[in-house]
T-cell receptor
Framework: DQQVKQNSPSLSVQEGRISILNCDYT??????FLWYKKYPAEGPTFLIS?????DKNEDGRFTVFLNKSAKHLSLHIVPSQPGDSAVYFC???????????FGTGTRLTIIP | KAGVTQTPRYLIKTRGQQVTLSCSPI?????VSWYQQTPGQGLQFLFE???????NKGNFPGRFSGRQFSNSRSEMNVSTLELGDSALYLC?????????????FGSGTQLSVL
């Protein structure tokens, strides 16, 4: 069973516009959420995280929103830049569940 | 500080063979996790080692095994390879492996089984 779901395999956005990547989860025990970015031939790199006590976390152009009642989180990138073209994975973990559970990824393409 | 190093970068094997992949974590990191990435499946958790002990295990068959050495370096072994084992195998390290720690990934080993 896929406990973390990214229902959009791909997304194309014009440079300068907002990119919104979505992630849903089913396990109510998850209380820590992360986004990773992956370029081809490289390992994923940490982007931003949020704990369940917050509903928003910002880091420069990147903002993550968490809606616990809907079991939904989203990553906003504003403004989108060509270097943002990559695969984005959301991941979740919970107390006592020390492993990260990853989604299937969304390939973001920024169109110049 | 050097990052997570995985060797080899690429491997080609045939069905039935066995393979060993290696991972050197960031200096000072004691937790090493292994993930399998396949198209459409995302990153699937294999196992996690901490202080030479397997602490967590994912839902993979017993053909997949691993170990960790006293210097925190880790190896992963897959025996009796199947075509479906073709994937990118990623190793990640963290200080303690706590649920709220971010993982640092290596570039992976791309395994092709023919």
């Amino acid at each position: 069973d896929q406990q973390v779901k990214q229902n959009s395999p791909s997304l194309s956005v014009q440079e300068g516009r907002i990119s919104i990547l979505n992630c849903d989860y089913t396990n109510s025990m998850f209380d820590y959420f992360l986004w990773y970015k992956k370029y081809p031939a490289e390992g994923p790199t940490f982007l931003i995280s949020i704990s369940s006590i917050k509903d928003k976390n910002e880091d420069g152009r990147f903002t993550v929103f968490l809606n616990k009642s809907a079991k939904h989180l989203s990553l906003h990138i504003v403004p989108s830049q060509p270097g943002d073209s990559a695969v984005y994975f959301c991941a979740a973990s919970g107390f006592g569940n020390e492993k990260l559970t990853f989604g299937t990824g969304t390939r973001l393409t920024i169109i110049p | 500080k050097a990052g997570v190093t995985q060797t080899p970068r690429y491997l080609i094997k045939t069905r039935g063979q066995q393979v060993t992949l290696s991972c050197s974590p960031i200096s000072g990191h004691r937790s090493v996790s292994w993930y399998q990435q396949t198209p459409g499946q995302g990153l699937q958790f294999l196992f996690e080692y901490f202080s030479e002990t397997q602490r967590n295990k994912g839902n993979f068959p017993g053909r997949f095994s691993g170990r960790q050495f006293s210097n925190s370096r880790s190896e992963m072994n897959v025996s009796t390879l199947e075509l479906g084992d073709s994937a990118l195998y990623l190793c990640a390290s963290s200080h303690q492996g706590a649920s709220n720690e971010k993982l640092f990934f290596g570039s992976g080993t791309q395994l092709s089984v023919l």
